[in-house]
């Protein structure tokens, strides 16, 4: 992906005239297409990633993820534009978590198209208004074609949603609507569930830190399970402690006697006698904790051997260096109040306990989890998935389809509303701006009919991947939208049907997929208007190359060459 060379050479800088600027644009646009073109859809392949490491082995995993792929040839490549490819990919997947495949291809298609429409004549700046205009009337045709999820424009309760829905834009998350491709069908309720319990109504927000997500080795995905509580990798301090149903304290600081002063190094009679009440010290917090009669105690901070053991002995679970996302997610699991340090003068209360069941599960060999759950009949705000794969690789891969499946879900709780799959609402869309385009004159209408072609770029991508032939099959498409079925699109089969929705439930959030299309036209949009690269070739300036800098020739101290 190296740019093209440069036309003119100033000292150590190098400048690219336009035509070549606009051509290296547009060869590193396509590349970047191309690596997830193929993946798209449910009838889309996946990418064998293959890497040599530091210590010479080879590593390697299959995805069809798009920000997967690219971030892959992060560090890996000079090439600014395919730099700023990878940044728009994790700049998405960072803030919606779904559609980064999509928003690459529309961010590449469109570079590429506004590209030729500049080399034919148009100018940059006629270019961009054309691309923003048809953008503001995609966005425009998706609220008329726009599917509720909920029964009310902002719900704030659960029982407002269609969760039938949600389920279908969760599996259509996990298994890019391709039944039987991965087993995670019947996780779409329970990834619902996981994400209305994060759901803060009153904040409008969906905290999906709330949801631990632990991939395990063994089994397949659909062992994978939905658990009223939450796992961590964590053992207690003395073993034999567990497992405990009963109350649970958490602590957002330490459990530490006072420290031994740092005089008393030498074994006399005054010393031993400060280290037994340190002893002492010890058993004065714990029974400071067992007043609160917790069957188990999390803390954040540190906790001395002593008190461990002190709470073991009065049959309490301790654990130690819960961090700090953990307690959040202990709390709303269990219900217990967050507090400070317990002390003597500072005692627990049973007041800011809650309730919960704490054991250990065995993963595959050696690894064991720990899980609290929630006690039966309780409604816990936080729930964890345990997400299983007959390999390592296996399991990481369905995590993170899960993970996609949350992150859609979620933009669909936050705004209700979801669109037709299958190149639909693309098709609608396109057929609208084409409708629009002969009202703006030759330049501004040239770039609205091509920007109409972008999103056609959609559906034709995924008649190639279904093995269709992508002109007929979009061809077809329009005539069908045209006679007025908005959903007409590709189902999960490959086949052309009037309503996806109807044939396959292909729903997607609204969110990601405006998201993406808004993201993808800025992106295109600001390549658009660079018209040439100026480039320094000089070595990267060193401050100790000064005159009288350390070490520099004439410094003081620097014998002259």
């Known amino acids: 992906m190296d740019m093209a060379e440069s036309s003119a050479t100033i000292g150590s800088w190098e400048r690219l005239s336009p035509e070549e600027t606009r051509l290296g644009i547009r060869r590193a646009a396509l590349e970047m297409g191309e690596l997830v073109r193929s993946t798209l859809g449910p009838l889309g392949v996946d990418k064998m990633i293959v890497r040599r490491m ?15 792929i690219l971030e892959e040839f992060e560090g890996e490549t000079d090439h600014p534009i395919a730099n700023q490819f990878i940044g728009l990919a994790e700049t998405h997947e960072d803030e919606i978590g779904d559609g ?25 700046v006629a270019v961009v208004e054309g691309f923003s205009i048809g953008a503001q009337r995609t966005l425009e045709v998706w609220d008329d074609v726009g599917i509720p999820v909920a029964n009310t424009g902002q719900p704030t309760t659960r029982a407002a949603f269609d969760e039938s829905r949600l389920e279908r834009i969760a599996t259509c998350g996990m298994t890019n609507g391709r039944a039987g491709s991965w087993p995670l069908e019947r996780l779409g309720d329970d990834v619902v569930d996981a994400v209305l319990r994060a759901w803060e109504p009153r904040r409008g927000t969906v905290h999906l830190g709330y949801v631990s997500i632990e991939a395990i080795p063994g089994g397949d995905a659909a062992d994978s399970e939905l658990i009223r509580g939450t796992l961590a990798p964590s053992e207690p301090m003395v073993e034999g402690t567990l497992p ?41 917090i714990a029974a400071a904790i067992a007043r609160a009669d917790p069957a188990a105690v999390f803390v954040a901070g540190d906790v001395t051997h002593d008190v461990g053991t002190e709470l073991a002995h009065r049959d309490i679970a301790c654990f130690r260096n819960v961090k700090d996302s953990d307690v959040e997610v202990l709390s709303r699991v269990t219900g217990a109040t967050i507090r400070g340090p317990v002390t003597p003068t500072a005692p627990a209360s049973v007041a800011e306990c809650g309730r919960g069941a704490v054991r250990l599960r065995e993963a595959q ?48 709780v936050k705004r209700p509303v ?55 099959a979009v061809t077809e498409l329009r005539a069908r939208h045209d006679a007025g079925h908005a959903r007409a699109g590709i189902d999960a089969n490959g086949d052309l049907v009037d309503d996806v929705v109807a044939a396959g439930g292909a729903l997607d959030a609204q969110l990601v997929r405006t998201s993406s299309l808004a993201r993808s036209v800025e992106f295109a949009n600001s390549l658009l208007r660079i018209d040439g690269v100026v480039r320094n070739t000089a070595p990267p300036f060193d401050p100790e190359d000064l005159p009288g800098a350390s070490g520099a020739p004439g410094s003081p101290g620097t014998p002259d060459a």
């Open 418 to 472: 979801a669109l037709p799959g299958g190149g639909a609402a693309e098709l609608e869309a396109a057929r609208a701006v084409r409708d629009l385009a002969p009202k703006f004159d030759g330049r501004e209408q040239l770039a609205v009919d091509a920007f109409a072609d972008v999103l056609e770029s959609i559906p034709r991508t995924l008649a190639r991947n279904a093995a269709r032939d992508p002109i007929d």
């Open 100 to 124: 980064t495949t999509t928003t690459t291809l529309l961010a590449s298609d469109l570079l590429a198209t506004g590209i030729d429409l500049i080399e034919d004549g148009v100018p940059p």
């Open 244 to 284: 405990v149903d009963g109350g649970v304290l958490v602590v957002d600081g330490s459990l530490e006697p006072r420290e031994i002063r740092a005089s008393s190094v030498t074994i006399d009679g005054d010393s031993a006698g400060e280290i037994a009440g340190l002893e002492n010290e010890a058993a004065r």
């Open 54 to 68: 530091q210590d010479d082995r080879l590593r390697g995993f299959v995805t069809n993820d798009g920000v997967a």
């Open 365 to 412: 060999g050696d690894t064991t989890w720990l899980e609290v759950t929630a006690p039966d009949g309780a409604d816990p705000r936080s729930v964890g998935l345990v997400v299983r794969g007959g390999t390592e690789s296996a399991a990481d891969e369905a995590r993170r389809r899960i993970k996609v499946g949350l992150n859609a879900v979620r933009a669909a």
